[in-house]
């Protein structure tokens, strides 16, 4: 997609997401060309410059709330001669309010749920004990950021509590459509790596009903990502 990306230590970013981020955003290329994008928790910008490239937007704006992600998104906007606006801050709240609302909001929260240590560890990962406390955030406070018509595109895979999310969005008022799906592995040692006990807490999650995911063996397990559209306009224009 012709996007060059340069990561740093403490700023999150996950090779896996790409191809699943570019299916997503094939999906809305025809009907959201030249769309007003919002790239939530951007990291490294990756989800908000591969937009930059597919939907061709009329303004890209991208928040996060670690300055380093910050710092990074921008630069890789530069070197990637890409024109956006980046803010440092809490979700929407760091918009400045006079903004207009955006057609395409993307978001891929933190979403693991787990002990509060991973908190500490790992904040670009950690979703709330089941893990899907930020899609809360992410659909009770978007009334007057997205444009009639707009939508909000989240990526969620299985470690976030699945009913709670939906019921996140559905409790608003949006519907939810899959747009791009893939399957993913978690290794034991990864998963732990992230924080121990992380494993435990996550098989823990499964039988109580607050993650999807499936043993493949000792050392790993199985799980899923899905790429949703929320519209609170049917679907028509998707
Ligand atoms: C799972 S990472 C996703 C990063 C990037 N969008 C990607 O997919 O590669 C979640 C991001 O959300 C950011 N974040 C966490 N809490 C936030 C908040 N309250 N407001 C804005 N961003 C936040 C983290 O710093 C992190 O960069």
Not at 79 to 95: F, M, R
Not at 98 to 119: A, E, M, S, Y
Request: net charge negative.
């Amino acid at each position: 997609m012709g996007v060059r990306i340069k990561t740093g230590r403490s700023v999150h970013f996950d090779p896996e997401n790409v191809q699943l981020f570019i299916n997503a955003l094939l999906n809305l290329q025809k009907s959201r060309q030249g769309a007003r994008v919002l790239d939530l928790g951007c990291g490294t910008g990756l989800w908000g410059l591969l937009a930059s490239k597919i939907l061709n937007p009329s303004i890209l704006v991208m928040v996060d709330n670690d300055p380093c992600s910050v710092e990074l998104a921008r630069n890789n906007a530069a070197s990637n001669e890409i024109v956006c606006e980046t803010y440092c801050g809490d979700l929407y709240q760091a918009i400045p309010a006079d903004i207009p609302p955006f057609d395409v909001v993307l978001c891929n929260p933190p979403q693991t749920g787990g002990p509060l240590r991973l908190k500490e560890e790992r904040p670009d990962k950690y979703g709330g004990e089941d893990g899907a406390d930020f899609f809360d955030l992410l659909a009770r406070d978007s009334g007057g950021w997205i444009a009639d018509g707009g939508c909000i595109i989240f990526s969620q895979h299985g470690l976030a509590h699945p009913k709670r999310v939906l019921d996140s969005f559905h409790s608003r008022g949006y519907s939810l459509r899959i747009i791009a799906e893939q399957e993913r592995v978690f290794e034991r040692d990864a998963v732990n790596a992230a924080c121990e006990g992380l494993w435990e807490y996550q098989l823990k999650a499964e039988k109580e009903g607050r993650a999807e995911l499936e043993l493949s063996g000792e050392r790993c397990f199985t799980s899923w990502q899905r790429v949703y559209l929320a519209s609170r306009d049917g679907f028509a224009s998707n």
